[in-house]
């Protein structure tokens, strides 16, 4: 009988043992389920915030990256090359779900609005949220970009020179609708140009004149710009004229800076 009572004592004891490891197996398959869950409702919250075409945060971008080039003169196969290299460059410097927008001057007196507007989309997916993936994504993106750039180089190609030239009119533009105040929490604007502005009001294919007074002018207060804490580069085109000088850079550099842009380094475009 002691025998007895000992293997059935044994066999209460290993049913114990299963019992807990069919537990233990339904709390790891349950917190499997929870966390693909998790990661479901979290794919499609991050997909849902997110505009599908311009791929921007549907509360505002968390930064702002804008170009202005300026089509006023027209460009070589060699500076089309080179200014699509350093569009792609800075395409891929923008910070996650930070926008890029593009701008072009072309002369008149239209402001300019953006020929391209995307924000960087990091790693959402806005596709199926478990078979999709990042490359498809950036390739997407990409494609919105690169389609709109493409045209404007190639019409920059075949560009005559422009009447006019108002640069100034559209960074301040730019200003208002880019970096105004409590917009965005990071700026950064690039301005590709020869700098030759030129309107009734103002032209710098005369001398350069000093900032200072030139802010006085009447024409100087017209354009002053907001800049504050915006990271600023200019990219110099080179201009047939030979007015186009050392001084009328410099110009523009104090110009911006009097803006209170926080320059960068400037760049030359090459051709």
Same mark, same amino acid.
């Given at each position: 009988?002691?025998?007895?009572r000992r293997r059935y004592r044994g066999e209460g004891e290993e049913a114990t043992?299963?019992?807990?490891?069919?537990?233990?197996?339904?709390?790891?398959?349950?917190?499997?389920?929870?966390?693909?869950?998790?990661?479901?409702?979290?794919?499609?919250?991050?997909?849902?915030?997110?505009?599908?075409?311009?791929?921007?945060?549907?509360?505002?971008?968390?930064?702002?990256?804008?170009?202005?080039?300026?089509?006023?003169?027209?460009?070589?196969?060699?500076?089309?090359?080179?200014?699509?290299?350093?569009?792609?460059?800075?395409?891929?410097?923008?910070?996650?779900?930070?926008?890029?927008?593009?701008?072009?001057?072309?002369?008149?007196?239209?402001?300019?609005?953006?020929?391209?507007?995307?924000c960087n989309p990091g790693n959402v997916e806005d596709v199926n949220v478990f078979?999709?993936?990042?490359?498809?994504?950036?390739?997407?993106?990409?494609? !919105?970009?690169?389609?709109? #750039?493409? +045209?404007?180089?190639?019409?920059? %190609?075949?560009?005559?020179? =422009?009447? $006019?030239? @108002?640069?100034?009119?559209?960074?301040?533009?730019?200003?208002?609708?880019?970096?105004?105040?409590?917009?965005?929490?990071?700026?950064?604007?690039?301005?590709?140009?020869?700098?030759?502005?030129?309107?009734?009001?103002?032209?710098?294919?005369?001398?350069?004149?000093?900032?200072?007074?030139?802010?006085?002018?009447?024409?100087?207060?017209?354009?002053?710009?907001?800049?504050?804490?915006?990271?600023?580069?200019?990219?110099?085109?080179?201009?047939?004229?030979? !007015?186009?000088?050392?001084? #009328?850079? +410099?110009?523009?550099?104090?110009? %911006?800076?009097?803006?209170? =842009?926080? $320059?960068? @380094?400037?760049?030359?475009?090459?051709?």
């Open positions: 009988m002691t025998r007895r043992w299963v019992k807990i490891g069919v537990g233990i197996g339904f709390l790891v398959v349950l917190a499997v389920v929870i966390g693909v869950g998790w990661v479901y409702f979290s794919k499609k919250q991050a997909a849902a915030s997110v505009d599908p075409q311009t791929f921007c945060p549907k509360d505002g971008p968390t930064s702002v990256t804008s170009v202005l080039i300026d089509r006023t003169d027209g460009i070589n196969q060699v500076q089309a090359e080179a200014l699509r290299n350093f569009i792609v460059t800075w395409v891929h410097e923008v910070p996650e779900h930070g926008a890029f927008r593009v701008y072009e001057v072309a002369g008149g007196s239209r402001l300019p609005a953006p020929v391209l507007s995307v078979t999709g993936n990042e490359r498809l994504t950036r390739q997407r993106y990409e494609a !919105k970009f690169m389609g709109p #750039v493409e +045209q404007l180089i190639a019409g920059m %190609l075949t560009d005559k020179a =422009a009447e $006019t030239s @108002p640069i100034m009119e559209a960074v301040q533009a730019m200003s208002i609708r880019d970096f105004g105040s409590g917009k965005v929490i990071e700026g950064k604007l690039i301005i590709v140009s020869d700098f030759m502005q030129h309107v009734a009001e103002f032209s710098l294919y005369k001398q350069p004149p000093d900032v200072s007074a030139f802010r006085r002018t009447v024409y100087g207060q017209k354009v002053e710009s907001n800049l504050h804490g915006v990271s600023t580069q200019v990219a110099i085109l080179h201009s047939t004229s030979s !007015k186009q000088t050392s001084e #009328v850079i +410099q110009f523009w550099l104090d110009w %911006l800076l009097l803006q209170g =842009a926080v $320059t960068q @380094p400037p760049l030359k475009v090459p051709g």
